[in-house]
């Protein structure tokens, strides 16, 4: 079993930065892909950003060039780091892992994007 742990999101305003973590309970070197996902209230859930265990990455068009996902095997920690934020990127963002034939998912953290 692993379990995820998100935390970073908040209230910012447009323009602004967040960076998300990803916090997993294992080693995350053996997870082939890890990613994040967000929903947004009255839609449903959308692919962000993944990295693989090789450190490729895949970005959704909507934040190609404004977010960037990484990896920290030794702290067992991903990263989303978000920058020049809309309005649009207002959501719960959540983390997940696959290990073998299992996707995991952690709880969420809220990003607000307001002013």
């Known amino acids: 079993q692993v379990q995820l742990v998100e935390s970073g999101g908040g209230l910012v305003q447009p323009g602004g930065s967040l960076r998300l973590s990803c916090d997993a309970s294992?080693?995350?070197?053996?997870?082939?892909?890890m990613g994040w996902y967000r929903q947004a209230p009255g839609k449903q859930r959308e692919w962000v950003a993944t990295?693989?265990?090789?450190?490729?990455?895949n970005y959704a068009d909507s934040v190609k060039g404004r977010f960037t996902i990484s990896r920290d095997n030794a702290k067992n920690t991903m990263y989303l780091q978000e920058n020049s934020l809309k309005p649009e990127d207002m959501a719960v963002y959540y983390c997940?892992?696959?290990?073998?034939?299992?996707?995991?998912w952690g709880q969420g953290t809220q990003v607000t994007v307001s002013s």
């Open positions: 997940f892992a696959d290990k073998l034939l299992a996707r995991f």
């Open positions: 294992g080693s995350i070197s053996s997870f082939p892909l």
């Open positions: 990295i693989t265990r090789f450190d490729v990455t």
